[in-house]
């Protein structure tokens, strides 16, 4: 399957020749030569223009408990088909330079289906991880991949340095996240020449992984996950859960908290008390309408670059498990939030 968008329409950039939007998948990163070593790369449209440097790039890390091979990079899929199904081009931002820029009417606007703005004209690149898995490798391979995953990143789009982005994570792919903007399993290199998120999406994320396992002390196959990951030392499993770590990093603006109470899979548990966590260490707690949103938001006119502060959002999420990615509109409804808490459009 590709994005629908590839079969559609398409558009030249004058400068480069250069047809867009352009799937990459594949594409090989770091040192370490596994077919899982790869990313899936997709840029919508060419870059915008100089005048417009407030587009950010998405990561999106899969889950699949560290070890389920049949799940992938691909799970960005939905996502994209969902954002970019729409025959249209995807419209050029207006120039804010002066006058001061508000998007037009958003209902003029509405290209794909949803109620709010159309964020696509926000979105530079789009790449989706793969990293190895276990029993293949252990606790820190997983998210030293994912950091060379996201240096690959900066050199070759400037991601992090030249263009904002956000990281998604689903699942461990949501405790992958966490980990690496906390630094947890980082060796000192990668974590001094890392770059940083402006806001995170973490669904359905595990953030305690020894209350991971004695919550569900029945069913053997979450320890099996975690012993499968991390090894049998409970104490490594202290250390490598997000729980432990500190999220005071500079750019961050967002944590979007998202999960289903519909999940069968991980306990509502690991989310609400990563919130509570987030609390702690000084974000402002925020409801967010989740995929409610229609609902909530319908004739409300947003703006980007509504963001106030450090905020952590608790966002309401439906259906089972891998619904939450596999929903492109779910998803397409995070993105859009966190777009519009932490886009600020800037004259250069
Ligand atoms: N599909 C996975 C199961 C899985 O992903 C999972 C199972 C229970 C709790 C969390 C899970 N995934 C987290 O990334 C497997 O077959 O191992």
């Known amino acids: 399957m590709k994005p629908a968008a590839m079969a559609s329409t398409s558009e030249t950039s004058a400068a480069s020749n250069t047809t867009y939007p352009q799937y990459l998948p594949n594409v090989p990163y770091g040192s370490q030569k596994s077919p899982l070593n790869t990313l899936d790369i997709f840029l919508p449209h060419s870059s915008p223009p100089d005048h417009d440097k407030s587009a950010i790039w998405v990561l999106f890390i899969h889950g699949g408990a560290w070890r389920d091979p049949t799940q992938t990079s691909t799970e960005i899929l939905p996502l994209l088909n969902y954002l970019y199904k729409s025959p249209s081009s995807i419209p ?48 820190p391979e997983h998210i030293r991949d994912v950091s060379d995953a996201i240096a690959h990143l900066v050199r070759e789009y400037g991601v992090g340095r030249d263009v904002q982005f956000v990281l998604l994570g689903h699942s461990c792919g949501a405790t992958l996240a966490a980990q690496y903007v906390s630094g947890l399993g ?45 090894g049998r030392d409970e104490r490594e499993w202290l250390e490598a859960s997000p729980m432990q770590g500190m999220y005071g990093w500079e750019e961050g603006k967002v944590v ?27 974000w402002a707690r925020k409801e967010g309408s989740g995929s409610k949103k229609i609902a909530h938001t319908e ?15 608790s966002w309401p999420m439906e259906g089972e498990h891998d619904g939450l990615w596999g929903d492109g509109r779910q998803l397409a409804w995070v993105v859009q939030e966190l777009v519009l808490r932490t886009v600020t459009r800037r004259c250069v």
């Open 92 to 139: 050029d931002l207006p120039n804010p330079c002066p006058p001061a820029p508000s998007l037009p009417d958003p209902a003029q606007r509405r290209t794909y289906e949803d109620d709010g703005v159309d964020i696509r004209p926000y979105i530079a690149g789009f790449a989706s991880l793969n990293y190895r898995l276990s029993p293949d490798v252990k606790h």
């Open 186 to 230: 980082l060796d000192r290199a990668r974590q001094q020449d890392r770059v940083h998120p402006i806001a995170l999406g973490l669904l359905a994320g595990i953030f305690d992984l020894g209350a991971f396992v004695a919550r569900h002390a029945d069913s053997p196959v979450y320890r099996d996950i975690v012993e499968g990951a991390f």
């Open 256 to 282: 979007l908290v998202g999960w289903s109470r519909e999940d069968g899979l991980v306990e509502d548990a690991q989310s609400e008390e990563f919130v509570e966590k987030l609390a702690r260490e000084q």
């Open 299 to 313: 004739g409300k006119r947003r703006h980007v670059g509504e963001w106030v502060g450090r905020e952590v959002v």
